[in-house]
C-alpha cells in the first residue's frame, strides 16, 4: 500500500476513536483509506477519511519523537502532490504546488484556504499570452504585480497567515520553458 501512515497505541487509557490494543492504524495518504493491522498481519479496512488528520505523536520504533503542539522536523527529501489546475481557481486544499498554462488574459482565484493556520503554495505558470490578474488579497513587493514576459514559465510564491484575507506574493519570472 503507497503512502501509508502508520500509527501504534499501546494499552494505555485511550482518548475518544483511539486503540486499545497494539492494532495499528494504516492511512492511505493517496484516497483517505483507513485499514487496522494485527500483530498477525491481518488488514482490514475500517474506513476512510476526509478533511486533516491530526496526530497525537509520532513514534519511531519505541520512541516518542514528537508529541501534541511540537514542531516535527523532517530530514530527508519530502515529496508533495504537482496539482494541473483546470479553470483558474487554485484549491489550496489540492496541495502545494500548481501548474498552469495560459494563452489568453487569465484572472486567478484563491479558494478553500485552511483558516487555522499559515499555508503557502507556489503556482508554475507557463504563459504563451495574455495578461494575468491577481487576487486583490495578494500584497506585492512594493505593491507592483511582476511584469511577465509571453512564451516562458514562471514561478510564484503566495503566503497566508490570516486564512486568505491577506496573501504575500512573490515571483520568480522569464524561465526558458
Known amino acids: 500500500m503507497a503512502n501509508v501512515i502508520r500509527h501504534k497505541r499501546g494499552t494505555s487509557t485511550p482518548a475518544v476513536g483511539d486503540f486499545?490494543?497494539?492494532?495499528?492504524?494504516?492511512?492511505?495518504?493517496?484516497?483517505?483509506?483507513?485499514?487496522?493491522?494485527?500483530?498477525?498481519?491481518?488488514?482490514?479496512?475500517?474506513?476512510?477519511?476526509?478533511?486533516?488528520?491530526?496526530?497525537?505523536?509520532v513514534s519511531v520504533g519505541t520512541d516518542v519523537v514528537a508529541t501534541t503542539n511540537t514542531v516535527i522536523d523532517v530530514?530527508?527529501?519530502?515529496?508533495?502532490?504537482?496539482?494541473?489546475?483546470?479553470?483558474?481557481?487554485?484549491?489550496?486544499?489540492?496541495?502545494?504546488y500548481f501548474t498552469k498554462t495560459i494563452?489568453?488574459?487569465?484572472?486567478?482565484?484563491?479558494?478553500?484556504?485552511?483558516?487555522?493556520?499559515?499555508?503557502?503554495?507556489?503556482?508554475?505558470?507557463?504563459?504563451?499570452?495574455?495578461?494575468?490578474?491577481?487576487?486583490?488579497?495578494?500584497?506585492w513587493p512594493a505593491s507592483t504585480a511582476p511584469t511577465l514576459t509571453t512564451g516562458k514559465t514562471h514561478l510564484f510564491v503566495f503566503v497566508t497567515d490570516d486564512g486568505g484575507t491577506r496573501w504575500r506574493g512573490a515571483s520568480l519570472v522569464d524561465y526558458t520553458t
Open 20 to 57: 486499545t490494543s497494539t492494532a495499528e492504524l494504516l492511512v492511505n495518504t493517496t484516497d483517505g483509506s483507513v485499514y487496522t493491522k494485527t500483530d498477525s498481519n491481518a488488514v482490514a479496512k475500517v474506513g476512510e477519511i476526509s478533511g486533516d488528520i491530526k496526530v497525537d505523536s
Open 75 to 96: 530530514n530527508g527529501s519530502y515529496a508533495g502532490n504537482i496539482v494541473a489546475v483546470s479553470a483558474l481557481a487554485i484549491d489550496c486544499s489540492a496541495g502545494n
Open 103 to 139: 494563452s489568453a488574459n487569465s484572472t486567478f482565484t484563491f479558494g478553500t484556504v485552511p483558516s487555522s493556520r499559515a499555508y503557502s503554495f507556489v503556482l508554475e505558470l507557463t504563459h504563451t499570452s495574455g495578461n494575468v490578474t491577481w487576487p486583490t488579497s495578494v500584497a
